[in-house]
């Protein structure tokens, strides 16, 4: 395989890697590529046996300076126990 093709498919595996980590941190659908392009990758590496290491780092990273591409956790509301019986 070339570089050329290496570095390709190595472009590919970490676009997806960082689609589907930053979909389940929360990113919001209709900001997945903006997120990927506001992103600092360059800690981002693959190892011998094609694993990707560091998206969770860099979607963290993001989180920290753009949080307005990640949908808004909302705390759980406490339940009232106790209240009226409505008679």
Do not use: C, Q
């Not at 929360?26 to 900001?31: K, M, N, Q, W």
Request: hydrophobic content about 40%; cysteine-free; overall charge negative.
């Amino acid at each position: 395989m070339s570089a050329e093709a290496l570095e390709l498919a190595n472009k590919r595996l970490v676009r997806a890697e960082f689609l589907i980590a930053s979909r389940n941190a929360g990113v919001r659908p209709e900001a997945l590529d903006a997120a990927y392009k506001l992103a600092d990758l360059s800690g981002v590496t693959i190892d011998d046996h094609g694993k990707v290491w560091g998206v969770d780092d860099a979607i963290e990273e993001l989180r920290n300076k753009s949080d307005y591409l990640f949908t808004p956790v909302e705390k759980p509301k406490p339940k009232v126990l106790g209240g009226p019986s409505g008679n």
